[in-house]
């Protein structure tokens, strides 16, 4: 075979096989090119959808918001910081303020306070009193005390707001402690009829050696007292030996006991002036919890048949047997019950309990 007859040969093979291969050439590329469009496509709509956020994305989000709330609670709170300081210097001012203003109102009766004439230290603290200042009349009373102060105390408390009787009361009690040695509680248990039973009251030593005032109703008229016991309630001294009832005006409703245990007793000092309708008085007695109690009321009447004494005077059941003071600590009257029609305490004078002092003294000196 000559070399023209195989190239002619190979190149009929060639034409044969040639447009196979295009035909295949040209189906990749079509396939290549649906290919790319598809990526091209997926690529745009991957960039086209968002990307999800993370958190610091979503804090950018609201770090406005944030901001804001921080700046007002800031605000608030320095507002709020800024009105308080203001506040406690407006208050400062003004206790600075009322502080020389009672200085100079001391100054100006300061002559009058320090007066040994007691009645011209009681015009001076009442006309402090009366300015509006209560307060300041009481602190100057407890600095100044005397007779002229534990009255002028007593008649404030009267015509006191209630806040500020609480106040004077407190006042009172100080100033009258010197007076309360004399004070006791007393307790009688006593059966009637078979059944027990207990009254609690005051009572006021009259004679060193025991001897002391009580009222009447606290004792049984138709029983046996069984015990009594008196008791000093600061010092939580109970004296447990026998007392006796040693006489009973009935009348007055007054008693007297004696103490049989050989002690010295501290006593009070008396006094028979006569009470005048709204006069003021200081009750010295006990609560039900056992604790001393002083309290301040006026005179409402005056009964010239029985001599007994109504006052508008708020006191409990205790009280019973307690005795009431004038300004300069003498005992002037001895409580002794409530009307419970006229809604008035009831007290007497001490002048109608002169049968029973005699005899206490009587039994003194024997």
Request: proline share 4%; net charge negative; glycine share 6%.
């Amino acid at each position: 075979m000559s070399a023209i007859t195989y190239a002619v040969e190979w190149t009929a093979v060639a034409a044969h096989f040639l447009p196979i291969k295009e035909n295949a050439m040209s189906s990749t590329d079509e396939k290549s090119d649906d290919n790319l469009a598809d990526r091209v496509k997926k690529l745009e709509d991957e960039q086209g959808k968002a990307a999800p956020k993370d958190f610091w994305d979503r804090l950018g989000t609201v770090s406005p918001l944030i901001a804001g709330v921080f700046i007002a609670l800031f605000g608030f709170y320095a507002t709020n910081i800024y009105d308080k300081r203001a506040r406690e210097s407006e208050v400062i001012d003004r206790d600075r303020t009322v502080a020389a203003a009672e200085l100079q109102t001391v100054e100006k009766f300061f002559p009058h306070l320090t007066s040994k004439d007691e009645d011209e230290k009681q015009a001076a603290i009442l006309a402090i009193s009366s300015i509006n200042n209560p307060e300041l009349a009481t602190k100057i009373a407890m600095v100044f005390g005397g007779a002229g102060a534990n009255a002028a105390l007593t008649s404030i408390a009267v015509t006191a707001s209630p806040a500020d009787k609480a106040k004077v009361e407190l006042a009172l009690a100080d100033l009258y402690q010197r007076y309360a040695s004399p004070v006791w509680s007393i307790s009688v248990a006593s059966t009637i009829d078979g059944i027990e039973s207990v009254s609690h009251g005051s009572c006021l030593m009259v004679q060193e050696n025991g001897f002391a005032l009580t009222a009447a109703h606290l004792f049984p008229k138709n029983g046996t007292a069984l015990r009594i016991r008196i008791e000093l309630a600061e010092a939580h001294f109970k004296i447990d030996t026998p007392t006796t009832l040693v006489a009973v005006d009935e009348r007055n409703d007054l008693a007297l006991i004696k103490v049989g245990k050989s002690l010295m007793f501290p006593i009070a000092q008396i006094e028979s002036e006569p009470l005048r309708p709204g006069e003021a008085i200081v009750a010295m007695g006990f609560s039900q919890a056992g604790l001393r109690q002083v309290t301040s009321g006026t005179v409402a009447s005056i009964d010239d048949s029985t001599g007994r004494i109504g006052l508008n005077l708020a006191v409990g059941p205790w009280f019973s047997g307690s005795p009431l003071f004038n300004s300069q600590g003498q005992v002037i009257a001895i409580v002794t019950g409530r009307d419970l029609n006229g809604g008035l305490t009831i007290a007497v004078p001490v002048s109608s309990a002169e049968t029973l002092l005699a005899a206490a003294r009587t039994s003194h000196t024997k």
